[in-house]
């Protein structure tokens, strides 16, 4: 499969631009009007100036920021990072000194409000423990800023609709940091996909697991922790992007055993099913305690692909087998991080709709609230029942 680089222009390509840039010359060389004046569109949306970088507030400064985030930057084209917020004084400072931020341009969570009167911050990234993420998107929208969040968007429906409404109200875009939308190996899965290269899919299987081990931000149900919102959000939002729609219904199980301090506040697994209105069916599974496994598969009529280490940062390996037996496919690899934030920088620049807006949060928000359910009650639950 060729890869998804825009091609190089053809020479008839480029000997057309350069005879309609000569024919320009020549034209205002004599002084003739290349547009009527009264013709000329007063909302014309002019481009930023070439090499210009929004600034980037990254607020928490924790292993995620540290050692994904924030190194991404040295190789965006529209982002630098302008601001550190964290309750960690020194460390704040030893951050500010590598990547050259200025020290009055370092809050923390007590005067975080202050970044309203920093015109050197464009977007804020919200790098926080999952209960903390609706409030400070809230607050950062009324600062006047713009937002990417980390999955999963928050603990709640109700919080990720008040994200939504305070960054609209704001009139500010708000991503959620799904950077999957924007990698090569699960775009090619969507293509597929919807060119029907294998015929109509019917079934998905997901799973994302992990071995967590405490210390762990992720085991504390107070700071909104759990295998679900954590890697389980991976699973569900592969299923949607991948099938293009909503599911329908789900049916869910969950394991929290009582004899493992770790799972004390938060389940080890969670493993449901899943259908959709097209009559796909998906089965996922998530967990804190099990050996690393991160892939999905999707069956089709006439073949099935699928990606190993599909949710990871990088190492991603996509095969496919068909009539003609199993064969894989590459990609050149690039920075996750890098995409999404350059993507976010450009969306704000141009005014543009981010991939992942804070509806797509917002729907799996919803749907997760359904597993939990289901899980809880022991039965299948109905999505808008």
């Known amino acids: 499969m060729a890869s998804h680089e825009t091609p190089d222009v053809t020479r008839r390509h480029f000997l057309t631009a350069a005879g309609f840039m000569a024919s320009a010359t020549i034209l205002q060389a004599a002084d003739v009007p290349l547009t009527s004046p009264d013709k ?5 949306k002019i ?3 070439a090499g210009k970088k929004l600034g980037w507030a990254i607020v928490g400064l924790g292993s995620l920021a540290a050692n994904q985030i924030m190194p991404a930057f040295a190789l965006c084209d ?5 601001a550190l917020v964290s309750g960690h004084p020194d460390k704040a400072k030893k951050f500010a000194a590598h990547y050259q931020v200025d020290p009055k341009s370092i809050y923390t969570y007590e005067n975080f409000d202050s970044i309203k009167d920093n015109p050197d911050i464009d977007v804020v990234y919200i790098v926080l423990p999952n209960s903390m993420h609706a409030e400070y998107t809230i607050r950062a929208a009324k600062a006047g800023k713009h937002v990417m969040c980390e999955k999963p968007m928050c603990v709640t429906v109700d919080e990720a609709k008040q994200m939504i409404d305070a960054c609209k109200q704001a009139k500010r875009k708000l991503m959620i940091a799904y950077r999957l939308h924007l990698e090569p190996y699960n775009l090619a899965m969507i293509d597929l996909v919807r060119k029907g290269t294998y015929g109509k899919v019917k079934y998905i299987e997901a799973q994302d697991c992990q071995d967590t081990k405490p210390p762990n931000i992720r085991l504390s149900k107070e ?3 759990g295998p679900l919102g954590d890697v389980g959000v991976y699973c569900l939002n592969a299923t949607r992007y991948i099938t293009g729609e909503e ?6 199980v969950s394991y929290q055993p009582k004899d493992v301090p770790r799972f004390a506040e938060v389940p080890e697994s969670v493993v449901w099913t899943q259908t959709f209105p097209s009559g796909i069916i998906a089965t996922c599974a998530c967990s804190f305690g099990m050996h ?3 892939r999905y598969r999707v069956v089709c009529e006439n073949g099935w692909f699928q990606l190993e280490n599909a949710f990871g940062y990088s190492g991603q390996r996509m095969q496919i087998h068909d009539e003609k037996g199993l064969h894989e496919v590459t990609f050149g690899a690039v920075d996750h991080f890098q995409k999404e934030i350059d993507h976010l920088s450009d969306c704000v620049m141009n005014d543009k709709e981010p991939c992942a807006p804070g509806e797509e949060g917002l729907a799996d928000m ?10 809880r009650m022991g039965r299948t639950v109905k999505a808008n029942a």
């Open 47 to 49: 481009p930023p100036p």
């Open 247 to 252: 599911p329908s219904e789900f049916s869910a």
């Open 292 to 294: 690393g496994s991160k």
């Open 40 to 44: 000329d569109r007063p909302n014309l």
């Open 366 to 375: 919803k749907a997760m609230a359904l597993i939990e359910e289901s899980a």
């Open 78 to 82: 529209k982002s630098r990072i302008s």
């Open 223 to 225: 700071l909104g922790g």
